[in-house]
């Protein structure tokens, strides 16, 4: 099933990832490819020459929360007054609303980052108040589309921008590159590739062409960013320099955590902070929040798994209230730990039930779903990832044609890992393979982290290790070989002795001074 991997295997294997090659800033596409980019910005320069009430309206996850921040700064240091304001997920819903809409009836020219490209009923309610609408969105773009002043989104069918999966910040990062050039005014673009960078990582943008460009520039701005965030983040995790995996698995969820268990705003201002103080007080706070968020995670994942029915293609389970701010990472685990698309509902008592649902393998969840959209009240998202609403009484008719829809689609549902690239024996685990591991980084979407699999090693140590014995580490052996390994969240009980295969990456791990190769465990059969 996987081959025998070598060195010269994996670099050809990495390399056609990328078919245009490693590209950089220069090779960045000008604004004005963007439909609607021009006529948007002369737009904005218009209302700062009349001195108009501008809003910014962002989104409540870590790309809208950081393009909110990119917009704020940049008018900020033209010394230009705006509002901004981030739909809270319990009170408001999800973007550009009715609800918002009631809180900036004084606004003269709204500017949504990261959201609006569905907000049909909402553009005609800012009309009717005379608020003139500029909708930046990168989501995809339905055949009702709103009547507004100027929609820029790459999905658009006449948009020539040349990237089709680019974030909200991105698209926020353009416009003030568009407005700096408009105006015209010296500003430095650096400091703001710092928040695109966490944008990409964070909404699990492909780390490809120019996102991994963005990417890569924006890691070196926040290592030598003056931000006091970054820098009470970097205090924090007690490091001195970040990495994308630092992004993705510790200051992503932060960010997160803020619009999931309370309001979002708090995220903003955190990175919004002008003083090192302020930004370790507003840290604690998403600390506290993303301590709650872990919690909740844990306690519904744990109740959604008995729900579970297991002869389905597609799991759809509810629960009675459970949080909405969770549902979503519950999805995700309840899928990888099933290996099928999942969807997790959260009945409000009031027969309404709301919730996300998240895909595996090659399934089209989005696709599957809008099929059977005359179900359900409200719906969106992507091939991967789903939001939606449905009466509870509608709930049985839907997981029934879900199922006939899945099966007709001929779905196959794959025991076999994509992301693992070959057989990989233990002597052939040394720093040439973590060098040419390193040459292809960041990884992430689009470019996961090469995963190998080493066949008859036995377990010769396996401790618990974590204050809740929660982790386990091992020494594996082959050939005479050993390899020290951990696996993470497992409570899984192995034999000492016993010969296995296991699916790991590779990783150095940089100890007083001291650099050693370690097994990060997956999986073992």
């Known amino acids: 099933m996987y081959k025998i991997l070598t060195l010269e295997a994996l670099n050809i294997l990495l390399k056609n990832r990328f078919k245009e090659g490693f590209l950089s800033l220069k090779d960045l596409p000008h604004p004005s490819t963007f439909k609607d980019m021009d006529r948007a910005t002369n737009r904005i320069v218009q209302a700062i020459d009349h001195k108009e009430k501008i809003t910014i309206i962002g989104d409540y996850d870590v790309d809208g929360v950081t393009a909110t921040t990119i917009m704020k700064l940049f008018f900020e240091e033209i010394e230009y007054s705006v509002e901004w304001i981030i739909p809270n997920r319990f009170k408001d819903g999800y973007g550009l609303s009715a609800n918002i809409i009631k809180q900036i009836k004084d606004t003269d020219l709204a500017v949504t980052v990261d959201n609006g490209i569905a907000a049909v009923e909402a553009a005609k309610l800012c009309k009717k108040e005379g608020i003139e609408l500029i909708i930046t ?223 595996f393998g090659n399934c089209d969840l989005y696709s599957l779903v809008d099929g059977c959209r005359e179900y359900l009240e409200k719906f969106g998202g992507h091939s991967a990832a789903i939001g939606l609403s449905i009466q509870q009484d509608k709930l049985d008719i839907f997981k029934k044609e879900l199922e006939e829809r899945y099966l007709q689609n001929n779905y196959i549902n794959e025991k076999v890992d994509s992301e693992i690239v070959g057989v990989l024996s233990f002597s052939d685990i040394t720093f040439d393979l973590t060098a040419l591991i390193k040459k292809y980084e960041p990884y992430g979407e689009g470019n996961p982290r090469p995963k190998f699999i080493s066949k008859n090693v036995e377990i010769v140590q396996s401790d618990s290790i974590g204050k809740e014995n929660e982790h386990l580490r091992f020494s594996f052996m082959q050939n005479n070989i050993i390899m020290p390994g951990i696996q993470f969240k497992t409570f899984e009980i192995y034999e000492v002795g016993s010969k296995v295969d296991i699916i790991y990456t590779v990783n150095e791990n940089h100890f007083r001074g001291n650099v050693t190769l370690q097994l990060m465990i997956e999986k073992i059969i």
């Open 137 to 359: 969105d990168h989501h995809i773009v339905s055949s009702n589309v709103p009547e507004c002043f100027a929609i820029i989104n790459q999905k658009q069918k006449s948009c020539k921008f040349p990237y089709f999966e680019i974030c909200g910040a991105q698209i926020a990062w353009y416009l003030i590159a568009s407005l700096k050039n408009a105006m015209p005014i010296k500003i430095n673009m650096m400091p703001y590739m710092e928040l695109v960078a966490i944008a990409i990582i964070a909404d699990m943008m492909p780390l490809q062409h120019i996102n991994r460009a963005m990417v890569n520039a924006g890691i070196e701005a926040l290592n030598r960013s003056k931000k006091p965030a970054i820098r009470a983040f970097l205090d924090h995790l007690q490091k001195e320099s970040l990495n994308a995996e630092d992004i993705g698995f510790f200051l992503a969820p932060l960010l997160n955590s803020a619009g999931r268990m309370d309001d979002a705003k708090h995220a903003v201002e955190f990175l919004l902070s002008t003083n090192i103080y302020d930004a370790r007080v507003r840290l604690e706070r998403l600390i506290e929040f993303n301590t709650i968020r872990k919690t909740t995670e844990k306690e519904i994942t744990s109740k959604a798994l008995l729900q579970v029915e297991s002869e389905s293609n597609i799991i759809v389970v509810e629960g009675e209230e459970w949080h909405e701010g969770v549902v979503g990472i519950v999805a995700a685990r309840v899928a990888r730990h099933h290996e099928k698309p999942s969807i997790i509902l959260s009945n409000n008592g009031k027969g309404l039930l709301k919730g996300s649902g998240r895909s």
